[in-house]
């Protein structure tokens, strides 16, 4: 007869280690006497800015014929307010001259016809850079430059030119005119803006307005002769 079979015993788990203690946590350190302010812990790359350094920062709107102080150049309001005004109205004398020369470009006749063509252009032109350094310095200062056509032809000193096409000695001599009357505004406002101590504006007005304008005045000027056309038989 078979020997019954034998029960396996039953195994029993193996006790379980004790967990080590967990190790304590290291008091936190004190902050490095080399950190900055800030967040970090560098002191070479922990910068901070400096808050409110634009006192009075641009509004999104302005009014005609008023300055802001929000740019640090070193001059009063006052002084300001006496650039701007002088500014403007150079400003649209300087538009109006501007779009008299493309003008005379685009209607001129005669014998004379390619170099004054020519001529015109150029100093069309040359007259756009100055009317963007004007209005450029009208910012700086704080002011607001004027700028549509109906405005400019309020503020301008220059007589409205008429429609017609003209001969071109009238043109001419409309833009010699106009020229004086500029040149003689820039040498008046030079002058003020040197008493009030804007070194800008009366370097822009000397060493851009009346020097571009002299020269100017000297190509238009030598179209001027005292010499009849006469026909070849």
Request: aromatic share 4%.
């Amino acid at each position: 007869m078979a020997a019954p079979a034998k029960t396996a015993a039953p195994k029993t788990a193996a006790p379980k280690k004790a967990a080590a203690p967990a190790a304590k946590k290291a008091p936190a350190k004190a902050a490095a006497t080399n950190t900055g302010k800030g967040a970090g812990t560098n002191a070479a790359v922990d910068i901070q800015p400096i808050l409110n350094q634009q006192n009075h920062a641009p509004a999104p709107t302005q009014r005609y014929g008023t300055v802001s102080q929000r740019l640090p150049i070193g001059l009063d309001e006052q002084t300001r307010q006496s650039s701007v005004t002088m500014l403007n109205q150079l400003l649209a004398d300087t538009i109006t001259l501007r779009d008299m020369y493309k003008k005379h470009h685009w209607q001129v006749v005669g014998p004379t016809f390619y170099q004054l063509h020519l001529l015109f252009d150029k100093h069309y032109e040359e007259q756009a850079v100055l009317v963007d350094a004007i209005a450029e310095r009208i910012q700086i200062l704080g002011g607001v430059a004027v700028a549509m056509a109906h405005d400019v032809a309020e503020l301008s000193s220059i007589p409205r030119v008429p429609r017609d096409r003209e001969e071109a000695p009238v043109q001419v001599s409309r833009l010699l005119d106009a020229h004086q009357r500029l040149l003689k505004n820039c040498h008046d406002y030079a002058d003020k803006a040197d008493e009030r101590g804007d070194d800008g504006t009366n370097d822009l007005i000397v060493s851009q307005l009346i020097r571009t304008n002299e020269m100017q005045v000297w190509f238009v000027s030598e179209h001027v002769v005292d010499s009849p056309l006469i026909q070849a038989e």
